[in-house]
């Protein structure tokens, strides 16, 4: 039904010849178009929904489905941000995490602040499948190393790294 009514207006707007139709037509076909697929509407809706619940959010963000989230309240994120999918944020258990403008996250990466602290400068570029962690397990031979305290700390990554 959507084609039809598209392929209707497209051949109005051949008839009607004039320049300023044609260019406005183009561009209600443009919107009607993203409108119509349903990757397009869901992509904005799950970004919104992200970005509602984070502690401050830019303009200009955008997620790809999948991405998993604890401690949003403790998580900034900057102006023009893209989540390209299969992300992690965490900045539970007190931790936080700064995320600087212009910053396109590839797919796969996991930044870790739960009980640390992590921010990220504008302009930086992180490669796929990287782990950025703001804490580490204790190492000690007296037993499993999962039952060890976590020590926590502080990772800066400073503007176009």
Same mark, same amino acid.
Request: glycine share 10%; aromatic share 12%.
């Given at each position: 039904?959507?084609?039809?009514?598209?392929?209707?207006?497209?051949?109005?707007?051949?008839?009607?010849?004039?320049?300023?139709?044609?260019?406005?037509?183009?561009?209600?076909?443009?919107?009607?178009?993203?409108?119509?697929?349903?990757?397009?509407?869901?992509?904005? $809706?799950?970004?919104?929904?992200?970005?509602?619940?984070?502690?401050?959010?830019?303009?200009?963000?955008?997620?790809?489905?999948?991405?998993?989230?604890?401690?949003?309240? *403790?998580?900034?994120?900057?102006?023009?941000?893209?989540?390209?999918?299969?992300?992690?944020?965490?900045?539970?258990?007190?931790?936080?995490? *700064? $995320?600087?403008?212009?910053?396109?996250?590839?797919?796969?990466?996991?930044?870790?602040? *739960?009980?640390?602290?992590?921010?990220?400068?504008?302009?930086?570029? $992180?490669?796929?499948?990287?782990?950025?962690?703001?804490?580490?397990?204790?190492?000690?031979?007296?037993?499993? $190393?999962?039952?060890?305290?976590?020590? *926590?700390?502080?990772?800066?990554?400073?503007?176009?790294?």
């Amino acid at each position: 039904m959507v084609w039809m009514l598209i392929n209707f207006l497209k051949f109005r707007c051949m008839v009607a010849g004039a320049d300023w139709e044609v260019s406005n037509m183009n561009m209600f076909l443009k919107i009607l178009t993203r409108l119509a697929n349903p990757f397009y509407c869901f992509n904005h $809706i799950y970004s919104l929904f992200f970005a509602l619940r984070f502690n401050h959010c830019g303009s200009g963000f955008r997620a790809i489905y999948p991405l998993v989230v604890k401690g949003e309240k *403790s998580i900034k994120i900057g102006e023009n941000c893209s989540l390209s999918g299969a992300n992690y944020l965490f900045a539970n258990d007190g931790g936080y995490l *700064s $995320i600087g403008d212009n910053y396109p996250i590839n797919t796969n990466v996991q930044l870790g602040a *739960s009980g640390g602290r992590i921010v990220i400068g504008d302009n930086v570029l $992180i490669a796929p499948k990287d782990v950025v962690r703001a804490a580490y397990h204790g190492i000690a031979r007296d037993g499993p $190393i999962r039952f060890q305290p976590h020590t *926590s700390g502080e990772i800066i990554i400073e503007d176009d790294c």
